[in-house]
């Protein structure tokens, strides 16, 4: 039977716990376990708790170990959001943050006295500030805390009272205690650089350090809830901004060339917002044109006999029937292949570059992902008839970068591709049109604001994303790449977008799994125009997604899949594939990759949060990496 434990967010230190078969709600006042379902102390319920909390595992979520480590004799009075007001800068300027407060306060007898220096009112600007009140509290450092004397102020002009901020001396005013900034810098490094660092696991060293330095009963005043509270309230003070760093100094807020993935973070499902997706549904767009009309060969049994023949794997009379039946199916392929038996004498003689360009026509891949849909494209593939074309780099070099397996044809031959191919060029550029020629343009209306959880900072939502018929399909497509049970309390986790250069421009949760309507959606919601290039381990069925959709916004894309997980696409067309274009040889396609390696390190500190808390701590996180990556 399953058992399974859910968070409760509106009541404290209460879980709903799912056990034998049925469902408790069990409370930990820190010395035992009660179900209010059961109503009593020992039930499935609450022995499935205890069961938990004896394992002591390190690995549990945050609000579990905040109950289990609730003792019946701390006070775990709600702490209060901070009175601190200003911003904190993330880099260090003033070195009293790198001093113990010892050796700045003004100390009187053993207590430290904490005023805030500035003279003016924090609401009207005025010098009209004066004492209003002194208050004993406790000031926590990393490895010792010390008795306090907090300076109040109150503005004579505007009369707002002004307590203690504490920029200027490095201290968070909490209202019951203060904290000073290098605990939590301590731990925001080490949620930054270092390796699953939770929240707890830091407040279980600093006690311990606590402990080391003669302060035995520091647990006792000094509780888990204090501390995160201290680090939410200094997170939202630091004055950082994700805006500022989703910028790429060289491709701008919106980039031609974009990578994007998925890594699996997961999220809590319960805290889903229904702005995930469209949920007033119009009459649905109709779709344009149909999938096997952007193929070479609509067959698909047919196709599967076609790569048969190139891997070599028929016998000549199973050969000579596929020339045969290939002639009554399409006749200007089969002239090409006759002209490769012309002039090579047998199929077993046909070089690779050869046999690499008729692979294209095998695949189960649309014409345009291997020819672009377009006027150039289709004179260029004319240039490759001319006698002199090998003579003219410029054209050569043209070539290469739109059509590299014609090219690698084209340098085996002694001067061009002979007239027999001319048939098979016209008809791939009106496969590679197909898509297109019955489709128009989609304008869907303005997209409102949601509460979606997302961060795309210099990509608002411009549009909605529109219905479409496709929506309705529920046909099973083959994936290119290994797809993983998802967790049931969990989102599959969240879809990242970079740059080339790696400055990430955001990231969406998503609500599913991993599937092309996520990347569908952010850039047909939320970019101008489509990217000129989209690099994505997908990008086959992406492809295809767009084109049974809205094709004439992503006619002009360039979809490749990234040379990591190229390896997998062993039925997609070598359109997809990076490698082959030169002009493609300078972008780290693994970007992305290389950067949610980082990110699923932020799982276990993350996936139980709020959707404000998950949020502040991915922009810090994506903030950060950007940082790194800026010129200075």
């Not at 929240?199 to 606590?210: I, K, L, P």
């Amino acid at each position: 039977q399953t058992e399974e434990v859910n968070d409760i967010t509106f009541a404290k230190d209460t879980v709903v716990v799912t056990a034998g078969g049925s469902i408790g709600v069990v409370h930990f006042n820190g010395t035992k376990f009660s179900c209010f379902v059961c109503d009593k102390p020992h039930c499935c319920h609450t022995n499935y708790m205890r069961e938990i909390k004896n394992k002591k595992k390190k690995d549990l979520p945050d609000y579990l170990q905040e109950i289990f480590a609730k003792q019946s004799e701390v006070n775990h009075s709600k702490v209060k959001a901070s009175l601190s007001r200003r911003k904190i800068p993330f880099t260090v300027s003033n070195t009293v943050t790198m001093k113990p407060p010892s050796e700045y306060l003004r100390n009187e007898h053993g207590v430290y006295f904490c005023e805030d220096i500035t003279k003016d009112c924090f609401y009207c600007q005025r010098e009209t500030l004066a004492t209003s009140s002194l208050k004993d509290m406790v000031l926590y450092y990393k490895n010792n805390s010390f008795p306090c004397k907090v300076v109040n102020k109150v503005c004579l002009s505007c009369h707002k009272e002004l307590p203690y901020d504490g920029l200027d001396d490095s201290i968070i005013n909490m209202e019951k205690f203060l904290i000073h900034h290098t605990v939590l810098r301590d731990y925001m490094f080490h949620f930054l650089n270092g390796n699953s660092c939770t929240m707890f696991s830091y407040y279980e060293v600093m006690m311990a350090v606590q402990k080391d330095s003669g302060d035995l009963e520091l647990k006792k005043r000094f509780s888990y809830n204090n501390f995160r509270s201290s680090w939410y309230a200094y997170l939202k003070l630091l004055d950082v901004s994700f805006t500022s760093s989703a910028d790429c100094d060289k491709c701008g807020k919106v980039p031609d060339i974009v990578v994007c993935d998925a890594t699996g973070m997961g999220f809590q499902k319960k805290f889903l917002a229904s702005g995930l997706c469209d949920t007033v549904r119009s009459k649905p767009i109709q779709r344009y044109s149909k999938h096997g009309s952007r193929l070479a060969i609509d067959d698909a049994p047919f196709r599967k006999r076609f790569r048969r023949w190139l891997d070599g794997k028929m016998n000549p009379a199973a050969s000579q029937a596929f020339r045969k039946d290939l002639q009554n199916l399409n006749k200007q392929i089969h002239k090409v292949i006759e002209w490769g038996y012309t002039k090579y004498q047998t199929d077993s003689r046909f070089p690779k570059a050869f046999k690499d360009v008729l692979r294209l026509f095998a695949s189960a891949s649309p014409v345009c992902s291997y020819f672009p849909p377009n006027e150039d494209s289709t004179k260029l593939s004319m240039k490759m008839l001319d006698e002199n074309v090998k003579a003219d780099s410029e054209t050569m070099r043209q070539i290469q970068e739109v059509f590299p397996l014609f090219h690698s044809l084209l340098s085996i031959l002694p001067c061009c591709l002979p007239g027999v191919w001319k048939g098979l060029l016209l008809y791939l550029y009106d496969k590679a049109n197909d898509p297109f020629i019955n489709a128009s343009v989609i304008n869907t209306p303005k997209h409102p604001k949601s509460a979606e959880i997302s961060s795309f900072p210099n990509l608002p939502k411009l549009r909605k994303r529109g219905f479409f018929e496709m929506d309705f399909d529920k046909t099973k497509q083959k994936d290119c790449r290994k797809n993983h049970t998802g967790h049931r309390n969990l989102t599959s986790g969240i879809f990242t977008l970079y740059c080339q250069h790696g400055v990430c421009l955001g990231y969406q949760i998503m609500a599913k799994k991993e599937s092309p309507d996520v990347p569908f959606t952010i850039f047909r919601t939320r970019f101008p125009k489509a990217p000129g290039m989209i690099i994505y381990d997908n990008a086959c069925n992406l492809h295809t997604y767009a084109l049974n959709r809205d094709p004439l916004f992503f006619q002009h894309t360039k979809f490749v899949v990234d040379r990591f997980h190229w390896r997998n696409h062993t039925a997609c067309s070598f359109g997809y594939c990076m490698k082959l274009y030169s002009t493609m040889q300078h972008i780290n396609s693994e970007v992305n990759e290389q950067e949610n390696s980082r990110v699923k390190k932020l799982k276990t500190q993350l996936a139980y949060m709020t959707p404000e808390n998950f949020i502040r701590h991915c922009d810090l996180f994506f903030w950060h990496r950007n940082q790194k990556r800026m010129p200075f």
